[in-house]
């Protein structure tokens, strides 16, 4: 089944940038008809929903405290899709995770719409 793993978290300055993976792996899922969702969860709050890119890519999602700083793209040749996040700051610390759904982003980032979430990524946002 679909297995979804976060990477390339980690500490980063204010102002500064990092680039997250969320690679697909198993058998019984095809990437080009899933959907996939970026979230954050910081300490004591709610998860988050970031970003989604609908399985063409033709359809990407930036939630307004990220947008014009995040960037969500895929490679289906890859089984990845990433989160590109420049001039960070701190209020962007939180564990980021990636999930599927079924073809389409529904436009309002709700993670209860997701499932096959991954593990999670640690970024941290601090001088």
């Known amino acids: 089944q679909l297995q979804l793993v976060e990477s390339g978290g980690g500490l980063v300055q204010p102002g500064g940038s990092l680039r997250l993976s969320c690679a697909a792996s198993?058998?019984?899922?095809?990437?080009?008809?899933?959907?996939i969702g970026w979230f954050r969860q910081a300490p004591g709050k709610e998860r988050e929903g970031i970003s989604c890119i609908s399985s063409s890519g033709g359809y990407t999602q930036i939630a307004d405290s990220a947008k014009g700083r995040f960037t969500i793209s895929r490679d289906n040749a890859k089984n990845t899709v990433y989160l590109q996040m420049s001039s960070l700051k701190p209020e962007d610390t939180g564990v980021y995770y990636c999930?599927?759904?079924?073809?389409?982003?529904?436009?309002?980032?709700?993670?209860?719409?997701?499932?096959?979430w991954g593990q999670g990524t640690q970024v941290t946002v601090s001088s």
């Open positions: 198993g058998s019984g899922f095809t990437l080009n008809r899933l959907a």
């Open positions: 999930a599927s759904r079924p073809y389409y982003c529904l436009g309002n980032l709700y993670p209860e719409s997701f499932g096959s």
